[in-house]
């Protein structure tokens, strides 16, 4: 079988752990790699020792033996990105989420869709961690139909990056984006539904107060709680807490319906795990029937190897995994499409919205005016 080659546009802490875990895969080859921070490159070349790298993407794309493309440069530099792609070369493509903070950028995203000639599949990796992926399966035999969705995320501060670009919202497209576009996904894939209206309350209590950059406070959200209403008549709501670290799950995610309720429960990354607490916890799926059977709770381990090779529970090596396939085939579904990907990125915004200016935002507000 002929060597998968990778580009790499952005080889940061993200682009590092799809580093190592294209590493992971079976007939894979770093091709080339352009990353213009020279510590980041640094550790990049060590784990890619054998990568072409270059001064700009235009020259990695003059790279003959490339097979595919992993964007994983910060938020703001996607859409450009793509569009750079585009105009050039037609590769395959897995894209970081969010795939665009600029609402100006909406437009160009979506022609995408209709002109590029080959996959762009966006990476939302909390569809591939093992007890949330059991959980999607599961769910509608576990509930008899999901009408109410609850995900909880108690986590740590945003981490530093290069050039602290991910302290302000016009970097990220703000904290509801920037990390809550994972969870947006999850909602319409779960229940099955497109969204209809967004409400949101949130705020910067504690994170990042204290810190100047050029002058400049940081403007993220830390913490803050969004609510969902579907067009299926289904609720979903968001709590999220960025000052939460040693919380023993770092995701709760539960859904109920008329016969039962199924909650999936993440720990976060082990490297942040209190080494004082012992042992980090084990992914849990836990079913609650109606019935007075009572509650079932199944233990989903990961694999060491994979929990090692990043901070995601093993998804972004299962999303590789499956983009791989994709690539080698040559055609078959993108299980994470440009439009969902567009879809998350927009109910972001619209909780971003909703949490500035106090009031529900129509999702048809959104698709009309972006």
Same mark, same amino acid.
């Given at each position: ?42 550790? &990049? ?5 054998? %990568?072409?790298?270059?001064?700009? $993407? #235009? !020259?990695?794309?003059?790279? +003959?033996? @490339?097979?595919?493309?992993?964007? &994983? ?5 996607? %859409?450009?990105?793509?569009?750079? $792609? #585009? !105009?050039?070369?037609?590769? +395959?493509? @897995? ?33 591939y961690m093992p007890p949330i992926a059991a959980l999607i399966a599961e769910a509608e035999a576990a509930t008899g139909g999901v009408r109410m969705l609850t995900i909880r995320e108690h986590r740590f501060p945003f981490l530093e990056k290069v050039g602290d670009w991910n302290r302000f919202n016009r970097n990220t497209g703000g904290t509801l984006v920037e990390k809550c576009c994972h969870f947006f996904d999850l909602m319409r894939l779960i229940l099955k539904a497109e969204p209809l209206r967004v409400m949101a ?170």
């Open positions: 079988m002929d060597a998968i080659h990778y580009g790499l546009i952005g080889a940061g802490m993200m682009g590092q752990e799809h580093l190592r875990n294209i590493a992971l895969l079976d007939g894979t080859r770093i091709a080339a790699i352009y990353e213009p921070d020279a510590g980041m490159a640094a550790q &990049a070349r060590a784990l890619a020792p054998e %990568a072409q790298f270059t001064g700009s $993407i #235009a !020259a990695l794309l003059d790279v +003959p033996k @490339l097979d595919c493309l992993v964007i &994983a440069s910060p938020n703001f530099c996607h %859409a450009g990105q793509l569009r750079e $792609i #585009a !105009a050039k070369r037609a590769l +395959p493509i @897995l894209v970081e989420k969010p795939l665009f903070t600029d609402p100006g950028d909406h437009r160009a995203i979506a022609d995408l869709r209709d002109s590029y000639q080959a996959p762009i599949w966006v990476a939302m990796e909390y569809r309350s949130a705020g910067q209590g504690v994170n990042h107060l204290d810190e100047r950059y050029g002058g400049e406070v940081p403007d993220i959200l830390d913490h803050g709680y969004v609510i969902v209403d579907f067009d299926s008549g289904a609720r979903a709501m968001l709590e999220l807490c960025m000052f939460a670290e040693g919380a023993e799950y770092q995701e709760a995610i539960s859904a109920v319906g008329p016969t039962g309720k199924i909650e999936a429960l993440v720990p976060g990354p082990g490297r942040f795990w209190p080494e004082h607490l012992g042992a980090p916890p084990v992914p849990r799926l836990i079913l609650s029937p109606r019935a007075p059977r009572g509650p079932r709770a199944q233990a989903i381990p990961v694999d060491p190897e994979l929990l090692a090779a990043g901070d995601h529970n093993g998804a972004t090596y299962y999303q590789h995994r499956r983009f791989l396939d994709l690539v080698r085939a040559g055609q078959g579904r993108v299980e994470v499409s440009l439009a969902d990907g567009e879809a998350a990125v927009l109910m972001g915004m619209a909780a971003q919205i909703s949490a500035a200016e106090g009031r529900a935002v129509e999702m048809a507000e959104m698709r009309g005016t972006i």
